[in-house]
């Protein structure tokens, strides 16, 4: 079934929209077009879900940590550099960012 290869997006889809408080596997479900039995099988909480998310988001993380480490210059520029990646990825979408810290 497509819906459950896909339901992390749909949970940051929710996330998006609905925010933190809006967020449970009930709803993800309707978005997806699953039975939440379904999704159970996959992730049996909202917890489970929110790690898929992260799931999807490590590979982003890494990636904006190491393309950091290539600008050169001190450990302090560096850091520097980390830390606006960070921010400017946060506020692209902060609605899941902040979830996911939580």
Not at 1 to 10: F, H, N, T, V, W
Not at 66 to 91: M, N, Q
């Amino acid at each position: 079934m497509p819906g459950l290869a896909r339901l992390p997006e749909y949970a940051e889809r929710v996330l998006e929209v609905d925010g933190l408080a809006g967020f449970s596997t009930n709803r993800v479900a309707e978005l997806a077009g699953v039975s939440i039995g379904s999704l159970y099988r996959y992730f049996p909480n909202k917890q489970a879900l929110a790690r898929g998310i992260y799931d999807r988001h490590l590979p982003l993380y890494e990636r904006m940590v190491v393309e950091a480490a290539t600008g050169g210059g001190s450990v302090g520029d560096y850091v520097l550099r980390v830390g606006a990646a960070i921010l400017d990825f946060f506020a692209q979408r902060p609605h899941i960012h902040r979830a996911l810290w939580r």
